[in-house]
């Protein structure tokens, strides 16, 4: 992978992404599990989802190169930064150590790991440009990062399932305003989003009923009494406030506002995470 630089590898890869997949690896692993000790297979089961997600930003990026064109001209493949085959190469690459990672780990985990190294090349080949089912197998992959941390420390429960629901939810209305952001290129090129097939102003109101459902979600843990002081800090008072103007301010959604409530959503999301992986960790120490 000689042809790019490192910052356009850095931007390809968008290991920020990353790093929030890794969060909710964590968050599964700590609602099922008492330990607190960096064991080898918490590491393996850290180490996979992101390798995994990196492969599919860059074969995502591939494939999106003629309409990152358009929208995103900034790109590392459009801009001249990373040449395209060494991003399908990285692609490759990532994949297998990921899904190699994730032998040790157990069959569901290696099943796991390998259907979504697959899905998303497909997701970028094929099924994102079929619009809301695209969007739903990405947030299928956000959610499944937590089961993935569950199954990895030998156990799924309700707490676990009802977190990743509420991930679910809130990454898929997020993928509806994105589909909003990049309306005009995704257009040219004849994709079926939410946005082209909808509308802006109906997608807003998808994203507005999807965002609700999430807040909703959100306050079922502590009303259960599944959390603690914590989540309620981090995951309703600070986070659900966030949602709730996402949800009203995507009723007037266009272009230019996509992209801010894209960003309100994405820190509503990591202060929802935070909340779910702390506060069982401040209750066990």
């Keep these: 992978m000689g042809g790019g630089n490192i910052g356009g590898y850095l931007r390809l890869f968008r290991p920020k ?28 089961a850290c180490a996979v989802p992101p390798l995994i ?19 995103k001209p900034d790109r590392p493949i459009p801009s001249g930064e990373v040449p395209p085959r060494e991003a399908m190469t990285s692609y490759i690459v990532l994949s297998l150590i990921g899904v190699a990672l994730s032998i040790p780990l157990g069959v ?3 099943i796991l790991a390998s259907l979504f190294a697959l899905s998303w090349y497909l997701y970028a080949r094929w099924i994102k440009a079929m619009g809301l089912v695209g969007n739903i197998l990405v947030s299928l992959g956000v ?22 629901t ?38 807003g109101a998808y994203a507005s009923l999807m965002i609700i459902v999430a807040s909703v979600l959100t306050i079922l843990p502590p009303l259960a009494g599944l959390t603690g ?31 801010r409530l894209s960003s309100t959503l994405k820190l509503s999301m990591f202060l929802g995470i935070m909340g779910m992986l702390l506060d069982p960790l401040i209750r066990l120490t």
Excluded at 17 to 44: H, Q, T
Aim: hydrophobic share 55%.
């Design 166 to 203: 509420i991930a679910f939810t809130s990454n898929l209305a997020r993928e509806v305003v994105k589909t909003v952001e990049d309306l005009k290129g995704d257009s040219l090129y004849g994709l079926r989003t939410v946005a082209v097939v909808m509308g802006p102003k109906r997608a």
């Design 108 to 110: 569901e985990e290696f």
């Design 53 to 71: 997600l990196m492969a599919g930003n860059a074969v995502n990026d591939y494939f999106d190169a003629p309409i990152d064109r358009v929208n």
């Design 17 to 44: 992404n990353a790093l929030m997949s890794v969060l909710g690896v964590l968050v599964g692993w700590v609602n099922v599990s008492a330990s607190l000790g960096l064991i080898p297979n918490l590491i393996l």
């Design 229 to 259: 002081p914590v989540y309620f800090l981090l995951s309703v008072i600070l986070s659900l406030p966030l949602l709730l103007y996402s949800a009203r301010e995507s009723l007037k959604i266009d272009e230019i506002k996509a992209k």
């Design 143 to 164: 959610a499944f990062t937590l089961i993935f941390g569950a199954l990895a420390a030998d156990g799924l429960n309700g707490k676990v399932i009802l977190f990743s």
